[in-house]
């Protein structure tokens, strides 16, 4: 029996054969894998999950919550290389740039450089009167005095205390019970309350994360963090920070709303505590665990800019921010340079962000399928129109363009890269880029034949082309053969003899020899297609358009026709500041090419 395909191929994977589940639907023909799946358990029977009459389903996502990127920090200790002094100072003034108002920037009892950069900002006064600092310590009081020492001299700080509450981690990682976890995190609150009161000079605020809330106990949870609220006196004038980390992704979205929810609306002291959040990105859904977390009534979100993060990274604040934007919402941080932003995360991170990594990536405003280059084209062309019509700019226009969900141009993006050819690229694709680089509005009916010469030049090469190869291809390949074909127009001259009747005399060369023709129409382009008959090239013209590639006076004129010549359809194009001259050369440029094909 042959083998299936692709089983000698690829000798490491095992193509699923076990039996059909003897209630699959006829259409699905999917067979059970090898795969150990029965390892691993279900996030419902991890985890509990009190909430039943949830109401964030029916909530909308209505203003930005306040952004804190942990780049500095969480996004830092996941590199290969870790940031010096001068590749954070870069990323913290681009953060503070783009109006980001509490900023983690490290974990100074983790390493010397971490430190470092902290009491950089205490003593160089880099931080803006209303920018926060948050610094980040385990719950051990050496770790804790080291990261008071660290802060000292700045006028605010946040400073971070976090400890692993999830069953696994007390077990195997802390070795501890509930209650003495609870006793650890109690202890060590306190301590840092007592070295922030001895600091009377600073404004030192507190927040509480229970590393692994997703997989937590949520009645432990609550009663550690309600504790914590009660001890550092919370109030709304000076409230805690409790942020419920989704530490590693382990259910669907719905599972962290449920238990964000839950926390939310049974935490003590509720308007005495801002709710964060700080989804991870195991399962690939981390923002949107984020989005149904503040529908679920969390208000502060951290992650990195790109979702940079250990495994798969923490939650994307650029995607979260531009998710918001696109629905009309403010973020309250400025996104109008997209690419410098990138440029600057690559440059600390040492890591690209992904060509199709969402609003940011290279890639994600750029059109390569016909069929979407034209439904962009027309969506800009009607937008453009609607702009007019209304009197104001396309800049301020209510947006409602096909694939392009926000305005490349509100975030710094420029419609030149929204439309790139190669093979997939389609008939509206190349007349917009020939329209929006040189001017040229190509008829119609001429679309489709300049879509197969482009398609053929990249079906052969395999390539992209540039706004430049697709200039140099269309005039190479429609106005070149005015001059360089086998009919040469070496002098012409054209003149209206009487009312509606035009002469056009044509000294035409071919093969070596140039002989002078003469002929009459009721209009230019028809004299010359009977001088050309008297030279026995017969020429039906049955189509032609023009238009000036610009305004004002002395602005270049393009013509376009199509010529039936000696039975052999092509068409032609020619430019030239005189409308008469450019006609005359789009004429020819087809009668040479149908020559060539004739030939």
């Not at 039943?52 to 290969?80: C, E, K």
């Not at 470092?116 to 900002?121: C, I, N, S």
Request: aromatic share 6%.
């Amino acid at each position: 029996m042959t083998p299936p395909p692709g089983t000698t191929t690829f000798p490491t994977l095992r193509t699923p054969s076990g039996t059909l589940p003897a209630d699959a639907p006829a259409w699905n023909p999917q067979r059970p894998s090898a795969m150990p799946h029965h390892r691993y358990r279900p996030a419902h029977d991890r985890v509990a999950l009190p909430l039943t009459d949830r109401t964030w389903p029916s909530r909308r996502l209505g203003r930005a919550p306040l952004w804190v990127p942990v780049d500095l920090r969480d996004g830092n200790q996941a590199l290969a290389e870790p940031m010096d002094t001068a590749r954070k100072r870069r990323l913290f003034d681009l953060l503070v740039t783009m109006g980001f108002k509490e900023i983690e920037v490290g974990y100074p009892s983790a390493s010397a450089t971490d430190f470092a950069f902290v009491r950089h900002l205490a003593e160089s006064g880099a931080v803006p009167d209303d920018v926060t600092v948050s610094v980040f310590t385990a719950a051990r009081k050496d770790l804790i005095d080291r990261t008071m020492d660290s802060v000292a001299g700045l006028p605010r700080a946040v400073v971070h205390l976090y400890t692993a509450t999830a069953p696994a981690w007390r077990d195997v990682v802390l070795g501890r019970s509930r209650a003495e976890v609870h006793s650890l995190v109690t202890e060590a609150a306190t301590h840092l309350m007592r070295r922030a009161e001895e600091d009377r000079r600073a404004d030192i605020r507190f927040e509480f994360s229970p590393e692994v809330f997703n997989l937590t106990e949520p009645d432990f949870v609550l009663d550690v963090c309600n504790s914590l609220t009660e001890l550092w006196e919370a109030c709304p004038d000076r409230p805690v920070i409790h942020n419920l980390p989704a530490t590693v992704e382990i259910a669907t979205p719905n599972v962290y709303a449920d238990q964000i929810e839950y926390m939310h609306r049974h935490l003590a002291r509720r308007d005495s505590v801002i709710l964060s959040v700080h989804p991870h990105n195991d399962r690939g859904t981390g923002v949107a665990c984020a989005e149904l977390a503040v529908l679920a009534g969390a208000q502060r979100v951290e992650g990195c800019l790109f979702g940079n993060g250990e495994r798969t990274g923490n939650v994307d604040l650029v995607t979260l921010a531009l998710n918001l934007y696109a629905q009309g919402v403010d973020p309250m941080i400025d996104f109008s340079d997209i690419d410098t932003v990138r440029e600057v995360v690559e440059h600390c991170n040492r890591l690209p962000v992904h060509p199709r990594h969402p609003y940011g990536g290279e890639l994600v405003h750029t059109a390569f399928s016909g069929t979407h280059q034209d439904a962009i084209a027309k969506g800009m062309a009607h937008h453009a129109k609607q702009a007019a019509e209304a009197g104001v700019s396309a800049g301020d226009a209510p947006w409602a363009v096909p694939y392009l969900p926000i305005d490349p141009a509100d975030i710094g993006r420029t419609y030149e890269e929204v439309i790139r050819i190669n093979s997939q690229s389609g008939k509206g694709g190349v007349a917009h880029l020939l329209r929006t680089h040189h001017g040229l509005d190509l008829p119609q009916a001429m679309r489709p034949d300049v879509s197969r010469t482009v398609q053929h030049l990249t079906d052969e090469t395999g390539s992209e082309l540039s706004a430049k190869e697709l200039w140099d291809l269309f005039r190479t390949t429609y106005m070149a053969p005015a001059g360089e074909g086998g009919l040469a127009l070496e002098s012409w001259t054209s003149s209206e003899t009487a009312p509606g009747l035009h002469e056009f005399v044509a000294e035409l060369r071919s093969g070596g020899r140039a002989s002078t023709y003469r002929g009459t129409g009721n209009g230019p382009l028809a004299a010359l297609a009977d001088a050309l008959g008297a030279a026995g090239v017969t020429v039906d013209i049955l189509d032609y358009s023009e238009h000036a590639t610009a305004s004002g006076p002395g602005s270049p004129a393009v013509a376009y026709t199509e010529c039936r010549v000696d039975g052999v359809t092509a068409w032609g194009a020619g430019q030239d500041t005189s409308v008469l001259t450019a006609s005359v050369d789009a004429v020819m440029a087809a009668v040479n090419r149908a020559g060539a094909t004739n030939r």
